[in-house]
T-cell receptor
Framework: GAVVSQHPSRVICKSGTSVKIECRSL??????MFWYRQFPKQSLMLMAT?????????EQGVEKDKFLINHASLTLSTLTVTSAHPEDSSFYIC????????????????FGPGTRLTVL | QKEVEQNSGPLSVPEGAIASLNCTYS??????FFWYRQYSGKSPELIMS????GDKEDGRFTAQLNKASQYVSLLIRDSQPSDSATYLC???????????FGTGTRLKVLA
């Protein structure tokens, strides 16, 4: 159980185009999903927290107009990188939290396989 | 700014040895701690979670937590070449659901 998928796994696009990445919880309903970005040889940096039916909460320094997040259902969140530029090339990883699992301290995130974005 | 610190390595150990990975964190309120393994180009996979002071063992892995010292470690016994990866320490921020990741320690197990 607790499987999270991402699509696409890899995308190459031209500078100035927009790219949409999907994150799906396959066997549970995810009240909250998280989007991370990882540059080469660096750690995962949280970009935003996405709650179903409400606006995403962005971390400091993340441009909300550039990284559009939609969490329209309990099993799907999307991240759209608008007007992508080469500096947006990175590994984007989503995770999902399964609700109702007792105390919050025991609540774990389940990670998707990641999407490698390359902007030419 | 809440931080999670790890030695970036690489930490090289011979096959069969014990690998010891360390992590310190700054948020005294944190209650949940995780160790993830990440192979190059792949997403992190959970190895261990630990919530209480002391040791928690799972197969060849033992996580140790000392909240007073704000320190969490991971021991890998009988290290195998397949254990070669980057190990990420993650701390749940305070009483929120957010994770803060360390920069990771690269482990090399030499055959």
């Amino acid at each position: 159980g607790a499987v999270v998928s991402q699509h696409p796994s890899r995308v190459i696009c031209k500078s100035g185009t927009s790219v949409k990445i999907e994150c799906r919880s396959l066997d549970f309903q995810a009240t909250t999903m998280f989007w991370y970005r990882q540059f080469p040889k660096q750690s995962l940096m949280l970009m935003a927290t996405s709650n179903e039916g409400s606006k995403a909460t962005y971390e400091q320094g993340v441009e909300k107009d550039k990284f559009l997040i939609n969490h329209a259902s309990l099993t799907l969140s999307t991240l759209t990188v608008t007007s992508a530029h080469p500096e947006d090339s990175s590994f984007y990883i989503c995770s999902a939290r399964e609700p109702g699992q007792g105390l919050a301290i025991y609540n774990e995130q389940f990670f998707g396989p990641g999407t490698r974005l390359t902007v030419l | 700014q809440k931080e999670v610190e790890q030695n970036s390595g690489p930490l090289s150990v011979p096959e069969g040895a014990i690998a010891s990975l360390n992590c310190t964190y700054s948020d005294r309120v944190s209650q949940s701690f995780f160790w993830y393994r990440q192979y190059s180009g792949k997403s992190p996979e959970l190895i261990m979670s630990i919530y209480s002071n002391g040791d928690k063992e799972d197969g060849r892995f033992t996580a140790q937590l000392n909240k007073a010292s704000q320190y969490v470690s991971l021991l890998i016994r009988d290290s195998q070449p397949s254990d070669s990866a980057t190990y990420l320490c993650a701390v749940k921020e305070g009483l929120t659901y957010k994770y803060i990741f360390g920069t990771g320690t690269r482990l090399k197990v030499l055959a």
